[in-house]
């Protein structure tokens, strides 16, 4: 057990100085970095188990917004993961050393430093995704600190196994260390916390929100009171991504590369795709497809960027050319048919959202907006697409979810108002009842609630920001004491009617209808 403790408290301390020099100097933090690595070589089946669990827990303990609190929960693995392996790593340096008799105590140590530091070593060096230093520079940090805290397991068994100590003397010693541990970690993490209030992203330019009113701002239907705010802060707007912590790149030596099936290979900066295209302006609701039913993964905001249609010519793409393939800097792609962007214009590479550059967390300095389709075929933090003559399936589809990833219509209760109960001309007294319907590009053509399983009534509809938007819908129920059942359903622009049937998010996006239960 002296190994489990000592590897977990000296471990704590290493896991501190690694943050405090990522905070303060860009060097890596690995274990965010062998997490990330963690994740995209596990199967797409035990990613979805796992990502449904978190999702789960965090509704059903009612924990906060998911996306923020599941990356929560991630960061919070990652540590735990190399708490583990570094349990597992005392335990073992401790059996050995006990069955040589404490001789090389240092030696085998700074080898056991080494047999871990080396792995994590290739691995963040592979991810590269929380380091702003040099490779070399990241690499010697890493192993060298792992060679400092295997000698440091070597030092404390030393001391542990000094012949004469008694009981209370070893005692003593683990409390001392566990102090000093306590010390460190807790240094490390609030100047790192400090270092990153110092650093914390401004975003440039006011925010068109700040200074317009909505397109809907005259419309007839009020929101019922307690209604999600039909226009999301972006600090609100949910983030799900495969990584602990977003890419940081920089606008200056960021360069959009063009590849594959052109004519020539070309690069595109920021400032050309700002200046030399008709910006596009567009209101639009985009939801995860991990979203439950009458989740937060989803939000609304406005788009600006180019349509793609209007940057095709300038690609210079061969004629055999039928997909384009994008990639993301950590990692992340997609394959997007021409035929879905020489048929819809809003197809768009975006680089602000509510006026304001891109922030990071939400894929800067370039994301793509493709209508109808769920976050998961929409990458973010996009460095390069290459032309190519054949569809194959993107980073999700890979890992079991769906090829098509069509956003399903679905509707959700925000709100019961029953602080807020109106009496009208007929001495009805009305209870304001409300929420959001979405159908991606298709728009909402109807929503209908229903009361205790009773008749369903048709809900009054706001008119949206767009038609890529979702509706704010208003019912007005006719107050009745007892306890009560509230459900919605909502129909797509075509008339097609919500999938009643219950299904997970995985693979496809989840169905069903939402309900809430009220005692009045």
């Not at 009458?294 to 210079?316: F, N």
């Not at 929420?435 to 706001?462: C, F, N, P, T």
């Amino acid at each position: 057990m002296s190994g489990v403790a000592v590897g977990v408290m000296l471990t704590a301390s290493l896991i501190a100085v690694f943050y405090l020099a990522w905070r303060l100097a860009g060097l890596p933090f690995p274990a965010f970095d062998v997490f990330d690595w963690m994740t995209r070589k596990l199967p797409g089946s035990a990613l979805t188990s796992s990502l449904d669990a978190i999702v789960y827990i965090i509704r059903t303990l009612h924990l906060g917004p998911t996306a923020e609190t599941a990356k929560i929960f991630e960061k919070a693995m990652a540590i735990a993961v190399l708490l583990v392996t570094a349990a597992i790593a005392g335990a073992v340096l401790f059996a050995l050393l006990r069955a040589l008799r404490g001789n090389y105590a240092y030696l085998f140590g700074i080898a056991i430093g080494a047999a871990v530091g080396a792995p994590v070593t290739l691995i963040s060096r592979s991810v590269s995704q929380t380091a702003t230093t040099g490779p070399i520079i990241s690499a010697v940090w890493i192993l060298a600190a792992f060679l400092v805290w295997g000698g440091a397991l070597g030092w404390c068994y030393r001391r542990l196994s000094v012949a004469g100590v008694v009981r209370i003397g070893r005692r003593r010693f683990l409390i001392r260390l566990g102090g000093a541990t306590a010390v460190i970690a807790m240094a490390g993490a609030v100047v790192g916390a400090l270092a990153v209030r110092r650093r914390r992203e401004v975003v440039v330019g006011e925010r068109w929100s700040a200074n317009h009113t909505l397109p809907n701002a005259a419309a007839e239907v009020k929101p019922a009171p307690g209604a999600r705010p039909e226009f999301t802060p972006l600090e609100q707007h949910y983030q799900i991504d495969i990584n602990t912590i977003p890419p940081t790149i920089s606008k200056d030596n960021w360069r959009l590369k063009i590849g594959g099936l052109v004519e020539s290979p070309l690069a595109f900066m920021l400032d050309d795709l700002r200046g030399k295209y008709e910006p596009l302006h567009q209101f639009i609701t985009l939801a995860c497809i991990s979203n439950p039913i009458a989740g937060d993964l989803i939000g609304t905001t406005r788009w600006t960027g180019v349509s793609m249609q209007r940057l095709l010519p300038d690609l210079r793409l061969k004629p055999e050319a039928t997909h384009l393939k994008i990639r993301s800097a950590d990692g992340f792609f997609e394959v997007v048919p021409l035929e879905t962007i020489k048929a819809d214009e809003r197809v768009m590479l975006t680089y602000a959202w509510d006026g304001a550059p891109l922030l990071t967390e939400h894929g800067f300095p370039l994301r793509i907006y493709i209508p109808n389709l769920y976050g998961m075929k929409q990458p973010k933090w996009i460095e390069s697409i290459e032309a190519t003559d054949h569809w194959e399936p993107g980073y999700w589809v890979e890992r079991g979810w769906d090829a098509q990833a069509r956003m399903k219509a679905t509707s959700a209760i925000d709100t019961i108002a029953i602080n807020m109960m109106i009496v009208q001309a007929d001495a009805r007294t009305l209870v304001p009842i409300g929420g959001i319907a979405h159908a991606g590009a298709r728009g909402v053509s109807k929503v209908e609630v229903q009361v205790d399983g009773g008749e369903w009534r048709e809900a009054q509809l706001r008119a949206p920001l767009s038609g890529l938007t979702w509706v704010i819908w208003r019912y007005d129920w006719p107050f009745r004491e007892g306890r009560h059942t509230f459900t919605v359903r909502c129909y797509d622009g075509e008339g097609a009617p919500q999938i009643m049937e219950e299904t997970p998010p995985a693979p496809a996006g989840a169905s069903g209808l939402h309900s809430k239960s009220m005692m009045f």
